[in-house]
């Protein structure tokens, strides 16, 4: 099982790559979301041990608490995430024109849209929750923030959030089916609630739907862009 974590991460980023390359109109979107995202790799060090602790390339993840899965995995599923919907929902996007930008919604703009990083670590500081949940509470309040300040992104961001869940499941099940004791052996039961569902645990999938909700629409609440269905 010791690569189990490179090949999960690889197969997510040869995923990104077909939606990449068979999708030429939503390529920036991709790459600037993925690039951007990736960063968070260096949160890895917050999760392991006390959320999981994956083998990893030579042992990175033990030794420093960083490894190389996590700069993968975060570039694949962030660019997978902000597309799914415009793949299965069909449109475009245009820059919203000056009158709807000056709209009072949007006087807390850059508040909104960086809310998830000082949730994150007010939660991680002042309580004493696995930081999983740190996150996914993080990431759902940014996401209801983003539905007040882009109400016309409501459809993108919660159907956004149940199609990466789906894909989550999936992928996650297609990885149980070849490692079915993986999530016993890497996963910290003992410190989350410890419900499984179909053997996945249900952090994870609190983690897949949060990070949908707010990364369907992150690319066109950071650009002022607005779906189109021309």
């Known amino acids: 099982m010791h690569y189990v974590w490179l090949i999960w991460s690889l197969i997510s980023l040869l995923i990104w790559g077909v939606l990449y390359l068979s999708n030429p109109a939503f390529r920036k979107e991709m790459m600037s979301i993925s690039l951007g995202t990736m960063l968070f790799g260096f949160t890895e060090p917050l999760f392991v041990p006390a959320y999981w602790n994956p083998p990893s390339l030579f042992d990175l ?75 996914v509470i993080a990431m759902f309040a940014g996401a209801l923030l983003t539905l007040y300040c882009r109400p016309d992104l409501k459809w993108k961001i919660w159907i956004g959030g149940f199609l990466f869940l789906l894909y989550y499941f999936v992928f996650f099940l297609s990885l149980l089916a070849v490692f079915p004791n993986y999530v016993v052996h890497v996963w910290n039961l003992k410190a989350l609630t410890g419900i499984l569902l179909l053997g996945i645990p249900l952090e994870e999938l609190l983690f897949a739907f949060s990070f949908g909700m707010l990364w369907s629409s992150l690319y066109e609440h950071i650009s002022w862009y607005k779906i189109t269905n021309s």
């Open 61 to 135: 993840a033990q030794r420093t608490g960083f490894d190389i899965e996590s700069f993968i995995f975060t570039f694949a599923i962030a660019g997978t995430s902000s597309v799914l919907y415009r793949v299965i929902y069909k449109g475009n996007v245009m820059k919203m024109g000056a009158s709807e930008m000056m709209h009072s919604r949007h006087r807390f703009h850059i508040y909104f849209l960086t809310s998830p990083i000082p949730i994150f670590l007010a939660l991680a500081i002042f309580t004493k929750l696995n930081h999983i949940y740190c996150g």
